[in-house]
Every structure is written in C-alpha cells, then in structure tokens.
C-alpha cells in the first residue's frame, strides 16, 4: 500500500465520498485512546431505573418481552421521550420554501438484559443472540406502517456517546422520510453499481480481505475491520458477507454468528480501550427490495474518543489522529478474558 | 404559519436537504439551554499560553500582525498542530478501492486578540473589524496557492466546541479537495436556480424578512436569525443581504456592519445564555467565480448545547429540542450590556 510516511493523508470513504484526514504524521499510538475510569461498585438492579426488573410500570405500555412468560431477558418499549409519534398521520405542509412534515413514526427502546450493571460486550452469545433477533423483529415490524420510509437501530452507550441511562439499551427509530445520508449512500453504491456491475459493499470486503492490514475479526458470516478511511479513532465497520439489502433478511446462522462477532469486538473495545463510550448503527435499507443487487447492510460502531470541533461542522470532512492499520493491529491483539 | 401545536415536526433545510425534527411537543423553554459557569478569575494575560503576547516565539513563525509594527491586536500564525502541511505537491494515488490525495493544504491561526481573558463577544466593535478584515486577507490568499481547493474560517469557543485553548482565536484550513457537504450544497443551490431563475439564499431571506418570526437582528448590510430548520437549541445564520458567492467579495462598510452584528449576536448568546461553548463557520466559496448567480456565502452558528448520539450518526438528521420562533423571540429581548 502506498503511503505518505510523513505527511497526512486524505482518504476517500468510498460509500459516502467523504475524504477523511489521517493525520499520520502525529497520529497516537492506539494504546494512548485508552480511558481512564473510575471503577465504582454498580448494583445488578437500580431502584431508580426505569428499565431495571420491577419497574415496568415506569414504561409505556410494553410493546414484547423475551420469553414471552415469565422473567424476562429483553424488553421492548415505546421510548417514553419519543421524538416522533406512533398515532397519527403523515401530513405534509409546503408554504412557499418551508416543507414540513408531521413528526409520526416509531421510537421504541429496546432493554437488552434486565441487569443494568453490563454492558454487551458482557453478554453471553445466546443472550445477544436474543437482542439481535429482537432487531430483526422490530425491525421488519415498524416498516408494515406505511407511514414509515426508513428506520435505523442504533446503541449509545455511555454519557459522551449522547446517553444518560445505563441500562443496557439500543434503540429503534422509523421515520416518515429517507434521510439525505441514506439517499446519498445508495446513490453512491447505484453509480458503482452502474460502472462495474458489482455490489459496493462486496467490493470493498474482497479488497479489505485480501490486503488483511485492516482486519480485526473473520468470523464464518461477518468481518470486522477498521475502515480505510475510518472518520475516527477505532471507527469500526462490521459487514455480512452474504450480499443482502437490508438487515432484515439476516438468517438465523448469521445472527448467530453475529452474536459472537460483537461480543468479541465490543469486548475488545473494552478491555482494549477500558469501556469507551460508542455508538452503533446498523446502516440498513428496509425489506422493500429483496432481490436489490447494490444494497448491502452492515454495522458501523464509532467509539467517543474526541469532540468534533467547527472544522467537521464547516466540511463534513473528519480528522483522525489515528492510522486505521495500527489501530486494527492493535485491536487484533487484544485478548478478551 | 402552519404547526402542529402537540406534535414533532420535521422541517427541511433547503440548504443541505436535510430534515430535523423539532421536538415541539417536548420542547424546552430557550431559557432552560442556559449554562451555569462556575465564575473563576483568569488574568488578561497567561506565562503558559502559546497565543498571549510575549510567547511569540512558542508559535510557528508569524504569517502576519495587525498593526504590522509594534504591539499587534490580531496575529496570524501556521498551526503548530496542522492537519495540513504547507510544503509538498498535491499528489494522488489511486489503487483499486483505495483513493489518496496527499494531506497538503493550510492551517493557520488567527489570534483575535492580544487579551487571553475575552471572548469575541467582548471585543470592540473595531477590534472585531480587525479580525474580520485579517479573515478576508487571509482567506483571499490560500486561493492564491493552486493546490488549495476549498478553504473554510471556524471558531472554536469554548471545552465543548473541540478546543482546549481558551485564548480567542479562530482557525483557517485550505483544503485539496472539496467536501462532499460543500458539493451537495452547491448542487441544491443549483437545482433552486434551475427552478426559479433565483438564488435560494436571497430568496429564504426575503421569506424570513417578510415572516419576521425568527429574525434575531436586522442591520443595515446582514440579517441575523434562526433557520426555521434549525439542527440545534440556538442554531444561528448571519446572511448577507447583497448577493455575493464569496466571503472574499465582503467590502469595507460590510465588514463594519457585520463586525457589529457579530458582537451584537455574540453578546446575546452570552448573556442569555451565560457563556455557552459554540462554533461558528463561515460557509462560503472561494474567490473563484466573482459573478455567480446562485452561490451565496453566509456564517452559521453552533452552540454546543447537546451531545449529538447514535440517532444522527446514524441518520444524519438532527433533533432540535426548542422551537426555532421561541429561540428567536428569546434572543430578540436578550439585553446586551
């Protein structure tokens, strides 16, 4: 690969055509990322918690549980704060340059264990195997609504990724339009699909496989890596290898599979970088389009580490003080224990 | 104007031809963003500030100084940090998936005052001219180089915004490549040209003139207001009323008039709501295309009130929690004094 030993480099991220700078020439060590937390005892239950066992009555009305009977091990709820509605109708209003449309759609919260002193990454494969299929659920359920045009399924996990609850939590929202990003990225994979023929995301794994500078994890179905042009420190890409639209068409081998795919990476996360706080998506279409040749979900987790400043809010161009082949290296050492 | 009085909303930026979700239902009251600042005392000049006078030769030699002789007001300086490097050749490589663009460009500093105890806010209305004429020199320059191909002037002000220095200074950073953000921009003004024969910038301000529910400041050459799709609490927009693509065509009584708009609305931000972190940028092209008809620079306004979370990583779309009229109407009655 060729590089620029003592300058910054621009890569193109070539599912969004952002450039992002790595900034190689004073880019840390991976091992500096690493947090300094104050351990403090946290009890299995909080009385306080609105999603600790005991509490259900803190929720709005549950939307399903795991079992169905009995104690339960995942939870679904309408969030209670929701930022759009789940009545009412989709209208739009265009006066001269102002469109608006009316704020419905789908907020649900999803409680990933009824202990709310773990985090994922402490979870036993089977008890992420049950939060994944709880995704796929919900997943496929919100877009029955035909008010619902897309829907992300996202997890913040400490205060700088945005959230103030413990609890173990994703969440899930529908929207009543396509967002500009989403429009933009199957755009992007469309013209790549116009030129070669060939799925984007498919593209980029065989690339990402065959050079194994950026791999942290080769499971039967998934692959971990650090992307080329990763927008952050230990910004993470986790893609099927299985062409597939949308999440939604995820198999029961594959979540699976998944399930310990996460776990290991979530736990390399951690023990790597003592619990950062992230955020993940999985950056999925809908299950309109089964047979779609171009679309390819997969999850993108982005750990904390920095505070975006005016240039990022002025550009939309990233800095990474961080070279994406030593933090995959570094990361593939990590051992989880 | 057309609301749902117990509903979110989804309003579009025609600018980016992004949606936000104003959360009206659950909206704060703008006077609840307000922070609460722990008063310290901190001296008019710092030993251990790289930007107070005195530490002069702490920074990368001196770009240039307004006065050119004696004690300087504002100071210019490459980044001793740079993203970019000044010296080397634009080179590219592309290798399959994998394109890279060698990370020159420019990254300089500009210390708005002499004082390490002031905000930008508490400047005179001609020091603030002093900075703002330095902007224009100094962003009409980096043109001049051909391998800079996009240029952007931010502020960072205070922990949340990306800074650690708290000596005034904003930033400038030429880069080789035109963001994706800069790009889509250009090409939604186009489109509205195409449209309408007009320039949307022009035209989104004599809408927001005529409505008047969301002007925050009307002055003899800029407007001041907050968009009616405003991403966050207190998201601000100065426009021009002369059309003009590039912040590099700003004259001599534009720059007087803007100096005052920008302490005038600086100085509600900061006593209404006591201090807050922002950022600002101006977004503006570069002196390239003198006579476009539908290119229109503007400054926008970003006070760090929130952490953004897995929802707008996820989605690019934003959740504003106050109502943009109420925000105005606040800012409107802020005394400055």
Redesign the interface.
Known sequence: ????AK??????N?L????V??????AKKPEEFRQRREKRYVPEVVESCPFCPGNENKTPPEIMRLPADGKWRVRVTPNK?A???AE?ER?R?N??????????GKHEVIIESAKHNVGLAQLGVEEIMDVLNVYKLRFTEVFKDPRVE?A?I???HG?????TIQHPHS?L?G???T????R?RMDEAMRYFDNTGDCLVC??LR?EIKDGKRIILDTKHFVTFIP?AALSAFHTWIFPKRHAASFAFITDEEIEDLAYNLKMTLSKLYFGLDDPDF?????SNGPFRFRSEYLHWYI?I?PRL????????????Y?NASIPEEVAAFMRGVKVS
């Open positions: 690969m060729v590089t620029f300058m910054p480099e621009l890569r193109l070539l969004t055509r952002e450039w700078i790595i900034q190689t020439e004073r704060f930022a759009l509605l009412g209208v209003i006066e001269g340059l102002k469109h608006l449309v009316s704020g419905i897309h992300i996202f997890k913040n205060l700088a990724s945005g959230t969440q929202i929207t009543p339009v967002p500009l990003q989403v933009n593209a980029i690339d080329y955020n993940y998506v999985v950056r993108s982005v920095i505070q975006t400043a005016g240039f990022e809010l002025g550009s939309g161009m800095m």
